[in-house]
């Protein structure tokens, strides 16, 4: 059987009678040209996912019927927090968690960040990880958050998980966590902006429980990190 296309319904859609709009309603209809009477697929980001027959397509909307729902179990534990930095590379760190299967991404503002970290989620970001996960086949999502201010305030947002390690270019070469450190259950790891961590943060996250990691001798860029980080975890749960 050939692969479906794959289309978003937002969680809070999710149901009869079930209704595509907006951009996905315009990819359905006038790029895809699928017709009355097709199966697709639809997922919402958080698990759900199901296929569905095209029942009305007009220029603003597409109406389905559900053939067949499945609920697929979440099995991600890494979330990764990255200092804040001015870079267009970001769209590719997001790309990438939706396909390494990353339980969350969270921008926090560093001493060392290039610029301010907005106040609230771009939906071009959510943009971006609807269409990874639309490429790959993942019912899952990361979910998003920015903390503006301080790591102070990204420390108080720490408490929910167990396991909690950040990558320091300064931690000693013997401290190469395996990859089931990573993949740990409710695991956060942090990673500094191009800049790293200044002394004082790197002494604070010690202070709150943070086991200091290498990466390795390399000098890596951050989305290099992220992808390392979350390719380990990734591995690891495939086993």
Same mark, same amino acid.
Request: with cysteine.
């Given at each position: 059987?050939?692969?479906?296309?794959?289309?978003?319904?937002?969680?809070?859609?999710?149901?009869?009678?079930?209704?595509?709009?907006?951009?996905?309603?315009?990819?359905?209809?006038?790029?895809?040209?699928?017709?009355?009477?097709?199966?697709?697929?639809?997922?919402?980001?958080?698990?759900?996912?199901?296929?569905?027959?095209?029942? =009305?397509?007009?220029?603003?909307?597409?109406?389905?019927?559900?053939?067949?729902?499945?609920?697929?179990?979440?099995?991600?534990?890494?979330?990764?927090?990255?200092?804040?930095?001015?870079? $267009?590379?970001?769209?590719?760190?997001?790309?990438?968690?939706? =396909?390494?299967?990353?339980?969350?991404?969270?921008?926090?503002?560093?001493?060392?960040?290039?610029?301010?970290?907005?106040?609230?989620?771009?939906? $071009?970001?959510? =943009?971006?990880?609807?269409?990874?996960?639309?490429?790959?086949?993942?019912?899952?999502?990361?979910?998003?958050?920015?903390?503006?201010?301080?790591?102070?305030?990204?420390?108080?947002?720490?408490?929910?998980? $167990?396991?909690?390690?950040?990558?320091?270019?300064?931690?000693?070469?013997?401290?190469?966590?395996?990859?089931?450190?990573?993949?740990? =259950? $409710?695991?956060?790891?942090?990673?500094?902006?191009?800049?790293?961590?200044?002394?004082?943060?790197?002494?604070?996250?010690?202070?709150?429980?943070?086991?200091?990691?290498?990466?390795?001798?390399?000098?890596?860029?951050?989305?290099?990190?992220?992808?390392?980080?979350?390719?380990?975890?990734?591995?690891?749960?495939?086993?």
């Amino acid at each position: 059987m050939a692969r479906l296309n794959s289309f978003y319904l937002p969680p809070e859609n999710w149901d009869a009678p079930f209704v595509l709009e907006g951009s996905e309603a315009k990819h359905l209809g006038k790029v895809l040209r699928t017709r009355v009477g097709d199966t697709v697929r639809l997922f919402d980001g958080c698990g759900r996912e199901g296929l569905f027959i095209v029942t =009305e397509i007009t220029k603003s909307k597409v109406q389905l019927e559900l053939g067949e729902e499945t609920y697929v179990p979440d099995t991600r534990n890494i979330t990764l927090a990255i200092g804040w930095n001015k870079s $267009s590379r970001r769209n590719w760190i997001l790309e990438k968690s939706v =396909e390494l299967q990353t339980r969350g991404l969270i921008f926090f503002q560093s001493e060392f960040s290039q610029g301010k970290v907005p106040a609230e989620i771009k939906e $071009s970001w959510n =943009e971006k990880l609807v269409s990874a996960a639309k490429q790959c086949g993942n019912a899952w999502m990361p979910g998003l958050q920015t903390v503006p201010g301080s790591l102070e305030k990204l420390i108080e947002t720490s408490a929910q998980f $167990s396991n909690k390690l950040f990558l320091w270019e300064k931690a000693d070469n013997g401290a190469v966590p395996e990859n089931a450190v990573f993949s740990a =259950e $409710s695991t956060l790891a942090v990673i500094g902006p191009e800049g790293g961590f200044s002394p004082r943060e790197a002494e604070l996250l010690i202070e709150n429980g943070f086991k200091p990691c290498s990466l390795g001798k390399s000098i890596l860029r951050w989305e290099t990190a992220a992808l390392l980080c979350i390719g380990a975890a990734y591995l690891e749960s495939q086993k």
